[in-house]
């Protein structure tokens, strides 16, 4: 089966015309999400999970992972942090 050489040559008018049509996407169905912050007295549902980001340093990152290595099983990094935040999270409220 013969190859067909490639076009080299654009139309800048159907160039144009193509950049400039943008496109259209369906909005969803469902509403978007109100992202203000609850107040302290509003409970949070526990069904939905934040994302969230962490800056850390690189220091305290490898003695985290240390700690994590060290520990017997397998253990992630995300779930050494949470319970670090839960053990926080207790001792706060004693």
Known sequence: MALSKRKTEVDEKMLDALINKGSVTEMPATPTPD???????????????????????????????????????????????MEAIAEKLTRIQE
């Not at 949070?44 to 490898?62: A, E, G, Y």
């Open 35 to 81: 992202l203000k912050v609850p107040a302290k007295e509003e409970l949070v549902d526990n069904s939905k999970l934040i994302f969230v980001q962490l800056r850390i340093d690189p220091q305290t990152l490898q003695e985290i992972d240390r700690n994590v290595k060290s520990r017997p099983g397998k253990l992630s990094r995300h779930t050494w942090i």
